[in-house]
């Protein structure tokens, strides 16, 4: 079983001191992602929703895994390279189909409020998390269906929780 380990998604304020690349996410929240590669495209991530709580692990879909670590790093270009051709995304009442809509979209709707994603839980094709950032009324829960095939994105629904 190889082992990777990626940088801090979130912590709580008291782990504040951690330098990472990462914009930390509620203070509440502390996910640390330590990625074991237990079947191509899965990754476990260690989620709890206090430090003094027990971790649980969540299975993601390597495409799901991908979209939340570009949209934690606030990096566009990997973002929209997790679509694929022809996806669309369904987000706050409107639809965006095609790379230059997404494109758009995740700038507008990821970048600019720099959006920080921590899983809660996955189920099917349905990731619940935490969305914080540069926006009012945050952190907020959000629903996100993912339709994937061969680890892109071919559609996205996002709603709020």
């Not at 640390?32 to 991530?45: E, F, K, M, N, Q």
């Not at 694929?84 to 706050?92: E, F, H, L």
Request: glycine content about 8%; overall charge negative; hydrophobic content about 40%.
């Amino acid at each position: 079983m190889s082992m990777s380990t990626s940088p801090i998604v979130g912590t709580s304020s008291r782990s504040s001191h951690l330098r990472s690349p990462w914009r930390f996410a509620a203070r509440s929240v502390i996910v640390l992602t330590r990625c074991c590669r237990d079947a191509p495209g899965r990754a476990r991530v260690l989620a709890a929703e206090k430090p003094e709580s027990k971790m649980d692990y969540i299975n993601l879909p390597k495409a799901v895994e991908n979209f939340i670590a570009a949209t934690n790093a606030h990096d566009a270009n990997a973002l929209a390279a997790v679509f694929g051709d022809g996806a669309t995304v369904r987000d706050d009442g409107a639809t965006y189909a095609g790379e230059a809509e997404i494109r758009e979209w995740i700038q507008v709707h990821l970048i600019n409020p720099k959006i920080v994603i921590t899983p809660t839980s996955f189920a099917g094709d349905r990731l619940v998390a935490s969305g914080d950032g540069e926006f009012p009324g945050g952190p907020l829960s959000f629903a996100f269906v993912f339709g994937i095939k061969d680890d892109q994105i071919t559609d996205l629904v996002i709603d709020p929780v």
